[in-house]
């Protein structure tokens, strides 16, 4: 396996007064193994580990046995995709024992640019959290979408200088790389002058391409959804990411992939999860949970979402349990249900008891809010002229981001493709609301579901369009003003009554409401769309990326229908009826 030695990413934040954990089962990570002792934590780090004697100052808290691990870490995360601003995502993050996260602001980047990123450098700098981000590599994520903002080479140097800034988000666009195209080349070797890490982005490339995107600098890939793929990887010296999150579900398939030779370089990521998801199902203790469950054990499991995590990102004293390490700290009931009941954060505790104890202050910036404006959209705004009864038709693979290309008869009136519930097939337009052009892609969707009405959104991956997707015009057309009238969110529409709403006032991505108000919405929307016959278990979620060009097979951008070329490693516009 490749190394790359280099310059570490710096974690600042408060510390506390002298805690000392007694008669903690200490989950060993480096030396696989598990002893009971006490834990003397001071000034934010480990001080000593063993028998400690009373001391005056100190607060007492009884571990009784439980098992006192490193903090859990999220090695690849979207914030935004949970639509929390940032400080109620490290609360729900926090009960869940997750201690640090490496996220990629790509997504409000592209609605607002180096902007967005600053915001949410800002935003999380006083958190019981620690929230590092790379500077997004491609923003716009290609040249075939209309996004709001632009991250250039000259940005992601200036960027490279904050601390939290841990080297260069996923590089999407692995077709320019292998290609050789200057500007994401001058990115990577300014990250590589940095001595930061570059993270990847490339599902289903293997071969020569796979070996001239590693050669070129990148280190790791998030994709991965084939246990030949992930081992390909691994052997060529990637960081294999092996993500579990709500719309993507990777770790059964990628296990195997983890031997005695591969475990030094695998680690788990959630990459995006739903406000709902976070709360109730859980972050990376779900991760962890569902890995043991699957035969993986339990000490590994837990290196792999932390110590690992820890090495990819360069930063040697976090993710372990030992003396000098940062004291960020958490303690389970077992090894099993990995059930999270108290959380220290540099020392000072966050979770007490399964509750929390702590501030989570909000930033408030209101020139992220008022970021949707659509075109005029009339009743034919949506309509499809048709030149045949055959069309390209997106193909939805449950619980992956990959789609396929479907040819399929489709249903004609009046000169123009319209929507057939009798065989799933849904018309879908993402209409570009950056207020640049008022592009307005057309194509169709099955898989969905839908028996009546609409959904719609402002959350389109990446560059987060309004998208749409319905049985009729008319309701798609309500769904679409609502999304715009909210200044962003989601909605439900039967009949043209908007019938359930998520706002997302930040940037069209985040809600400015609490986490109760925002769970409430979420799950409002999804009984409403299930009572109009959606069948994704996250219907919002799968919507949200079939405007996400750079995953094969085929997408729908403002601009058009997107087809991934297999053969050519090239994504190429295809019009829709065939």
């Not at 003397?40 to 400690?52: K, M, N």
């Not at 024992?97 to 600053?118: K, Q, R, S, W, Y």
């Not at 962890?288 to 499991?301: F, N, Q």
């Not at 959104?457 to 009238?485: C, K, P, W, Y």
Request: hydrophobic residues 45%; glycine residues 8%.
């Amino acid at each position: 396996m490749r190394r790359r030695a280099g310059k570490e990413t710096v974690i600042r934040g408060n510390v506390s007064d002298q805690i000392v954990l007694r008669h903690a089962r200490i989950v060993d990570v480096l030396h696989h193994r598990v002893v009971r002792d006490d834990v003397l934590l001071e000034g934010g780090w480990i001080r000593q580990i063993g028998s400690i004697g009373t001391a005056l100052d100190a607060v007492e808290v009884e571990a009784g046995g439980r098992f006192l691990l490193p903090g859990m870490m999220d090695g690849h995360v979207h914030i935004e995709s949970a639509m929390l601003y940032p400080a109620e995502f490290a609360r729900a993050a926090a009960l869940h024992g997750t201690t640090a996260v490496f996220a990629d602001p790509h997504e409000i980047a592209n609605v607002l640019g180096v902007h967005g990123i600053e915001y949410m450098l800002q935003a999380t700098e006083r958190l019981p959290l620690d929230f590092c981000f790379g500077a997004s590599s491609c923003v716009p994520a290609t040249q075939m979408e209309t996004a709001g903002g632009e991250v250039t080479a000259e940005d992601v140097r200036q960027l490279l200088k904050h601390p939290r800034v841990f080297g260069l988000a996923e590089v999407m666009n692995f077709p320019g790389v292998i290609a050789g195209n200057p500007e994401i080349l001058r990115k990577i070797a300014l990250t590589k002058a940095h001595e930061k890490v570059v993270d990847g982005h490339c599902p289903g490339l293997r071969g020569e391409g796979l070996r001239k995107y590693v050669d070129a600098g990148v280190e790791s890939d998030h994709e991965t959804t084939s246990l030949d793929e992930a081992r390909e990887k691994l052997a060529l010296g990637m960081w294999l990411m092996i993500r579990e999150g709500s719309a993507a579900k990777n770790l059964q398939d990628l296990l195997p992939a983890v031997t005695d030779e591969t475990l030094d370089h695998c680690l788990f990521v959630s990459d995006d999860q739903t406000p709902a998801d976070l709360t109730s199902v859980g972050h990376m203790d779900h991760v962890l949970r569902k890995a043991v469950s699957l035969g993986l054990d339990p000490v590994r499991a837990v290196r792999m979402a932390t110590w690992n995590t820890a090495q990819r990102f360069r930063m040697p004293d976090i993710g372990v349990v030992r003396e000098g390490a940062v004291a960020n700290l958490i303690l389970v009931e077992d090894m099993e249900s990995f059930h999270v009941t108290d959380v220290f954060h540099r020392g000072a505790p966050v979770v007490r008891n399964g509750a929390l104890v702590t501030d989570f202050p909000c930033h408030e910036d209101p020139s992220v809010l008022h970021t949707v404006t659509l075109p005029p959209l009339d009743e034919g705004a949506f309509r499809i002229p048709t030149t045949s009864s055959r069309a390209r038709v997106i193909g939805l693979t449950p619980a992956q981001l990959l789609t396929t290309c479907l040819e399929m008869e489709v249903k004609i009136e009046n000169g123009g493709v319209v929507s057939d519930t009798s065989r799933d097939i849904l018309k879908l337009v993402v209409v570009e609301r950056h207020g640049k052009n008022g592009n307005i892609g057309l194509g169709l969707v099955h898989g969905l579901g839908l028996k009546r009405g609409a959904l719609a959104q402002s959350v389109a991956h990446d560059s987060h369009n309004v998208i749409v997707a319905g049985t009729n015009d008319a309701d798609m057309l309500a769904a679409a003003r609502t999304v715009a009238e909210m200044g962003g969110g989601c909605v439900v529409v039967d009949d043209q009554i908007p019938i359930a709403r998520l706002p997302l006032g930040i940037a069209g991505l985040m809600s400015t409401a609490p986490i109760s108000q925002v769970l409430t919405d979420y799950g409002s929307l999804h009984a409403a769309a299930r009572d109009l016959g959606a069948v994704p278990e996250h219907p919002f979620a799968s919507l949200s990326f079939l405007a996400l060009p750079v995953i094969p097979e085929l997408k729908l951008t403002d601009m058009g229908l997107v087809q991934f070329d297999s053969a050519k490693q090239a994504f190429t516009f295809v019009p829709v009826c065939l």
